[in-house]
């Protein structure tokens, strides 16, 4: 799939070549949580214009999962999105990430997606989730992976991802038609760091 006509992948192809990018050069990304709230600032400034709702690290109650950011709109998830970075450690380790799980949960929500209904948005009156907005998964769902990572980490190259994940027992033990629909739909944004940093996109 991996629509190149998508809003969503067009505002994020702009934030990550564009301002991800030069905010890792200029320094600002160092952990995680910076590149936690820099994204999603720039998705709000861009999406939120167009009609488009984003949560982060909602509970999703009917799995107990916690994606870093659900994208949607007209109460339909359009898309779901995890982010990872590692680097070297101050003591001058290189850390690499796990990655694994972030794409269970992808094939956990295309999975469900025709019985899924949760609660996201809040009441501001009661201080709880309103009982009036029930959000579903859009049948056209999409997944994206935004890394931060050595050159020599495997989670930033498509193909290395697809390989360790066809070769894990757990993975294998999946629908085989569901996991390649996954992958159809799923677009990687890397940050190849050390020497001269890389970003860019990769699909499956």
């Known amino acids: 799939m991996n629509n190149e006509n998508s809003e969503i992948k067009t505002a994020i192809l702009k934030i990550w070549n564009e301002y991800i990018k030069r905010d890792y050069e200029d320094g600002k990304i160092a952990y995680e949580s910076d590149l936690d709230f820099r ?26 999962k916690y994606p870093d950011y659900v994208i949607c709109k007209d109460y339909e998830i359009m898309a779901f999105v995890e982010l990872k970075l590692k680097r070297t450690t101050p003591r001058g380790k290189n850390e690499y990430p796990i990655f694994e799980e972030d794409f269970y949960k992808f094939i956990e929500y295309f999975k469900v ?25 859009n049948d056209n769902v999409e997944f994206y992976f935004c890394v931060i990572a050595m050159k020599d980490a495997a989670a930033v190259y498509c193909e290395r991802i697809k390989e360790i994940l066809e070769n894990d027992p757990k993975w294998t033990k999946n629908n085989q038609l569901l996991t390649r629909e996954v992958l159809k739909r799923t677009s990687v944004f890397y940050g190849r760091i050390q020497n001269s940093p890389e970003f860019g996109y990769c699909t499956f």
């Open 39 to 64: 994204l999603g600032a720039y998705l709000l400034e861009i999406l939120e214009k167009k009609g488009y709702e984003i949560f982060s690290k909602p509970h999703l109650v009917t799995l107990n």
């Open 113 to 137: 997606k025709n019985n899924f209904s949760e609660k996201l948005s809040l009441n501001p009156e009661t201080g709880k989730l309103s009982e009036e907005k029930e959000y579903r998964i």
